[in-house]
């Protein structure tokens, strides 16, 4: 495939088109001809999508819907700037860390992945009865679900 002039295949502009478009990391890399099983899939789109290239472009793209929108990046950083500064007088915590982790993402100096720690089963439906409600009362019990892998007392199982 030949590469555009941002240094993009084909297939990954039509990934970042995808993204855009409002498909999840899975749908917008199979939308631009990838193939494969499903978890090779959604760990590959994981990865094209932390890709400083694909990125760019993606956040390129975004540009337009956001001034359309009214929507700029300097009010999207006040306003996490505003509910930093209101959860830190509050000693709202979590609130302060949402709102430093939102300014990252905005900043572009963090990018937001996600990965699946399940490695028995790809989708929830893949698992059985017996496993889910494994997973369920592991996840209760604040102790390490079978098939965790991680061996952390207070690990919970994800499902996704």
Not at 135 to 146: M, Q, W, Y
Request: hydrophobic share 40%; net charge negative.
């Amino acid at each position: 495939m030949a590469d555009d002039e941002r240094g993009l295949s084909e297939q990954q502009e039509r990934f970042c088109q995808a993204i855009v478009a409002g498909l999840n990391q899975t749908d917008a890399y199979k939308a631009a001809g990838y193939k494969g099983a499903y978890k090779s899939l959604k760990d590959n789109a994981a990865r094209l999508i932390a890709n400083d290239s694909v990125a760019a472009r993606i956040a390129e793209l975004r540009k337009p819907i956001a001034a359309k929108a009214a929507v700029t990046l300097a009010w999207l950083i006040e306003q996490a700037q505003e509910v930093l500064v209101a959860a830190k007088s509050d000693s709202a915590h979590a609130a302060s860390i949402a709102a430093i982790k939102e300014l990252g993402i905005l900043s572009g100096e963090r990018i937001e992945t996600r990965h699946n720690l399940n490695q028995e089963a790809n989708e929830p439906s893949d698992l059985s009865r017996k496993d889910l409600l494994d997973i369920a009362r592991a996840g209760r019990k604040g102790i390490a679900a079978p098939g965790d892998g991680r061996g952390e007392p207070d690990s919970v199982h994800p499902l996704h």
